[in-house]
């Protein structure tokens, strides 16, 4: 059974951090790209950062110089710290697993995710 766990969210003024980490189990870690997506109230649940199989990241644009996604596969885990937060950061933070960047969002695995709310 293929479990994503996360955790790490909470309440930060703007300009603060949070560091959120995704523990997974069920799955060989290392052959999976790895990705975090956040919802916001009434919005669609978008890409934030992924890093793939062969150690490439991508990000979104409203998050790069900010945000870092990062991978221990010893320990079957993703991280994403986040840095300079603003309120339009909050969101519920989503951990992804997939075997391929292509179809990690539809066919992929994903955690119960995490709240991010950034305000003052």
């Known amino acids: 059974q293929v479990q994503l766990v996360e955790s790490g969210g909470g309440l930060v003024q703007p300009g603060g951090s949070l560091r959120l980490s995704c523990v997974a189990s069920?799955?060989?870690?290392?052959?999976?790209?790895m990705g975090w997506y956040r919802q916001a109230p009434g919005k669609q649940r978008e890409l934030v950062a992924v890093?793939?199989?062969?150690?490439?990241?991508n990000y979104a644009d409203s998050v790069k110089g900010r945000f870092t996604i990062s991978r221990d596969n010893a320990k079957s885990t993703v991280y994403l710290q986040m840095n300079s937060l603003k309120p339009e950061d909050t969101a519920v933070y989503y951990c992804?697993?997939?075997?391929?960047?292509?179809?990690?969002?539809?066919?992929?695995?994903w955690g119960q995710g995490t709240q991010v709310t950034v305000s003052s």
């Open positions: 890093f793939s199989t062969d150690g490439s990241t």
């Open positions: 069920g799955i060989i870690f290392r052959l999976y790209a």
């Open positions: 992804n697993a997939g075997l391929s960047i292509a179809t990690m969002r539809a066919q992929g695995y």
